[in-house]
């Protein structure tokens, strides 16, 4: 069934798929399991409930592969508004967001009135969100994309950390170029958020086996679990998350020293059998309209998620 991935995000890619999705009637109801709802206020109500079990959060305000400066302002804008939700209602403290640079601007190109290109338009971007977050009392990370952002992510993530070192950023276990990077993600209190990697890449940049990911995520895990920063562990897969733990308690690192991540919708008992066996645990909590990139990659990601979603459109299609 991991033969399904790659067609899958391919697919995605094609607009006809993405109007035929997007209206289907019953994907609403699917899409609701792993997205909250399109509001700051629905992304607050999600992490009340999920404080109230322990859990901590993170949140992304959903959007990718913006075109135009309108839209990437708005992104910077609806970033704003959810702090202010969220110090409003008393959970800003210990927040953090994710933030895509490709949703404030990285992939516009340069013109005459935007010389810099793209990526000094989503640095902009960021950095109005990080000094809002870290005024707030929340914090930023960066989420990873495709192969080809990951100089210019890098890029940005360094400047932010000179005026909010505490700016993290995820990594993808399975791009060959990865040990390079960690090898200079691994200073004091460098937040690393490692995850198995979303994107369809092709063999000459990545591991295309599920074997060799899983190993190459092992790999990096000694790395950061050894080096002096945070590491933050996104994975719901069940050996990855035991092996963490070994690789933690071997490392002498106590739970305030490091974190499990997973996704919101995306086997919650297990976050909570986490918390409650002392682990720190952060949910990832996607919330907005422009929900269909992020959901059919989660489709691509496991048979059921697609088999719940194709069952549905047969049923009540
Ligand atoms: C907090 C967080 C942030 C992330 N940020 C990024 C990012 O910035 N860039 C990026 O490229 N990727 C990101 N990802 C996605 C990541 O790269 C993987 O695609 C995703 O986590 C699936 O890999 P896995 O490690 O969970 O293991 P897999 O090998 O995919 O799955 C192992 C097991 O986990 C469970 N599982 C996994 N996925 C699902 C699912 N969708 N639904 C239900 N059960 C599931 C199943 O039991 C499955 O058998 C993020 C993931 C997390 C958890």
Same mark, same amino acid.
Do not use: C
């Given at each position: ?81 959810? /702090? ?29 009135? /935007? ?203």
């Amino acid at each position: 069934m991991f033969l399904l991935r790659k067609p899958i995000l391919a697919l995605s890619d094609s607009s006809a798929v993405r109007d035929v999705v997007s209206k289907a009637p019953v994907t609403r109801s699917v899409v609701d399991r792993f997205i909250p709802g399109e509001t700051s206020a629905a992304a607050v109500a999600a992490v009340r409930q999920l404080r109230a079990k322990g859990l901590q959060v993170t949140l992304d305000h959903l959007g990718e592969d913006t075109t135009d400066r309108e839209t990437a302002d708005a992104t910077v804008a609806a970033y704003l508004d959810l /702090l202010e939700a969220l110090t409003a209602a008393g959970q800003v403290s210990g927040a953090e967001v994710s933030v895509k640079l490709s949703a404030v601007g990285q992939a516009l190109t340069a013109t005459p009135d /935007l010389p810099a290109g793209g990526n000094a338009y989503a640095l902009a971007g960021a950095r109005k969100i990080a000094d809002a977050a870290y005024a707030a009392g929340a914090r930023v990370n960066l989420d990873i994309e495709d192969h080809t952002t990951i100089d210019q992510t890098l890029e940005v993530l360094f400047e932010l950390r000179r005026t909010h070192p505490d700016v993290g950023v995820a990594i993808q276990a399975m791009l060959l170029r990865t040990p390079k990077d960690l090898a200079e993600l691994v200073g004091p209190g460098s937040r690393v958020r490692l995850v198995k990697g979303a994107y369809n890449e092709p063999d000459t940049v990545a591991f295309t086996d599920p074997d060799q990911i899983d190993l190459a995520y092992v790999r990096a895990m000694k790395v950061l679990m050894n080096g002096r920063g945070y590491p933050m562990i996104g994975s719901h897969d069940p050996r990855m998350v035991a092996i963490a733990d070994k690789l933690a308690a071997d490392a002498g690192r106590t739970p305030d020293k490091w974190e499990h991540q997973m996704l919101y919708g995306i086997r919650p008992d297990e976050q909570e059998r986490l918390v409650k066996a002392g682990k720190t645990v952060r949910v990832y909590i996607p919330y907005g309209e422009d929900w269909y990139g992020y959901f059919t990659r989660r489709l691509a990601e496991r048979p059921a998620n697609l088999l719940f979603f194709l069952r549905s459109v047969v049923s009540k299609g």
